[in-house]
C-alpha cells in the first residue's frame, strides 16, 4: 500500500505499515517513481535490515530474533560511523536503532538518516534501554516509525513484530510469537483517563464515547485543577489535555506533569482548535506524547489512545 494525501508527512504515523508516502499534488513521474520503487522491492524475496547496536549479546541475539524465517539478511553496526558507511553503501529496507552509541547520540543519528531525501521513506524502529525525555520524544516521533524500550513487556516480540510490519514480510515466514501478539489488541476495559478540558460539553462528549470501551473517567476544567486531579488519581493511565484553558492552559499543565517523576512516561494526548505544524510542534516540545485538532475524531483520538497504552 502507498499513501497518497494532501496531508504532509507529519501524519504519517497515521498509515503505519503503508509501504510509501506521497503528498498531493503528484505528479506523473513521482507515481512512476512509486510504481518502480514498489516493483523493485517485490522482486528482492530477502529482505535487508541494518540493525545498529554496540552491546555483542544484545547485537547476537537480535540477529538471531530478526533473522529468523530465511526471508531476512540483518547486517549489523556497532557505531554511527559504521551506520553511516552501511546505509550509503547498501540498500536497506529497515533500521533497528540503538540510542546508546560509543560515538554519537542515536537521536541524532535518526535525524541525520531521515534527513537525506533518499532515505526519507526508510522505516527506522528505536528499540533502546535508554530514558527518554520528552525533548527526545518529540524529535523520534518526526522519523521513527516505532519506539520500543527494551524494558518494555515483551520488547523482543514487539521488535520482531513491527520490523516484520515494515518489512511486508510474508505471514508464511512471520514467527508464531509476532503474529500472536498481532492478535491480542490492546483492550480499554479498566483504564483510567484523566481528561482536562474548559468545555464541560467537550467533557460530556468524550466521556460518553470513553464509557463506553469501558473506560473509567476523572475529569478537570483547568490546568491548574487537572494537576490536582492527578496528585489524587496518580494510577491514571493517560491524559487527555485540552491547550486553550483559563487559569493555567494545557502547555503549562503538560510541563508540569512532566516534572514529576512519576509521570514522566505517562501519555498525554494534547487537542487544539488549532492545526497548524506549529501548534503541533509546540504541543509535542512541552511534554505532550500526541497531538489532536478539534473537533476530534473519536475514532482516532480511541486508536492513539490503544497506540500509547499497548506499552503500559
Not at 98 to 112: A, F, H, I, K
Not at 127 to 134: N, Q, R, S
Not at 213 to 238: C, F, R, S, T
Request: hydrophobic letters at 40%; aromatic letters at 4%.
Amino acid at each position: 500500500m502507498h499513501v497518497i494525501s494532501v496531508e504532509d508527512r507529519e501524519h504519517q504515523q497515521a498509515t503505519v505499515g503503508a509501504f510509501a508516502y506521497l503528498e498531493k499534488p503528484v505528479s506523473k513521474d513521482a507515481l512512476d517513481g512509486a510504481l518502480n520503487h514498489i516493483t523493485h522491492f517485490l522482486d528482492r524475496k530477502v529482505k535487508r535490515l541494518l540493525l545498529i547496536e554496540d552491546d555483542v549479546h544484545q547485537r547476537e541475539s537480535l540477529t538471531q530474533l530478526l533473522s529468523e524465517g530465511g526471508d531476512v539478511e540483518v547486517i549489523t553496526a556497532t557505531t554511527a560511523k559504521e551506520a553511516r558507511e552501511a546505509v550509503a553503501n547498501n540498500e536497506f529496507d529497515c533500521l533497528v536503532v540503538d540510542l546508546v552509541l560509543p560515538d554519537t547520540d542515536g537521536v541524532s543519528l535518526v535525524e541525520e538518516i531521515k534527513s537525506d531525501p533518499k532515505l526519507r521513506d526508510l522505516p527506522i524502529v528505536v528499540y533502546t534501554g535508554k530514558d527518554l525525555t520528552p525533548r527526545d520524544e518529540a524529535r523520534l516521533k518526526r522519523y521513527a516509525g516505532s519506539v520500543i524500550l527494551k524494558n518494555g513487556q515483551q520488547s523482543p516480540d514487539r521488535l520482531l513484530r513491527d520490523t516484520a510490519l515494515f518489512l511486508h514480510r510474508v505471514e508464511d515466514a512471520i514467527p508464531e510469537r509476532a503474529k500472536q501478539l498481532d492478535e491480542k489488541p490492546v483492550s480499554l476495559e479498566g483504564r483510567k483517563v484523566l481528561i482536562v478540558d474548559d468545555d464541560v460539553r467537550n467533557i460530556f462528549a468524550l466521556s460518553s464515547v470513553l464509557e463506553g470501551e469501558g473506560v473509567q473517567i476523572v475529569y478537570a476544567e483547568n490546568g491548574k485543577d487537572g494537576l490536582e486531579q492527578l496528585a489524587k488519581n496518580p494510577d491514571v493511565d493517560l491524559v487527555v489535555m485540552d491547550v486553550m484553558m483559563p487559569e493555567m492552559d494545557g502547555y503549562e499543565a503538560t510541563q508540569q506533569i512532566r516534572k514529576d517523576p512519576r509521570f514522566s512516561d505517562l501519555p498525554v494526548i494534547a487537542v487544539t482548535a488549532k492545526a497548524l505544524k506549529e501548534d503541533r510542534d509546540k504541543c509535542l516540545a512541552a511534554g505532550a506524547s500526541d497531538y489532536l485538532p478539534k473537533p476530534i475524531d473519536t475514532q482516532r483520538l480511541l486508536d492513539l489512545m490503544r497506540l500509547w497504552l499497548k506499552e503500559r
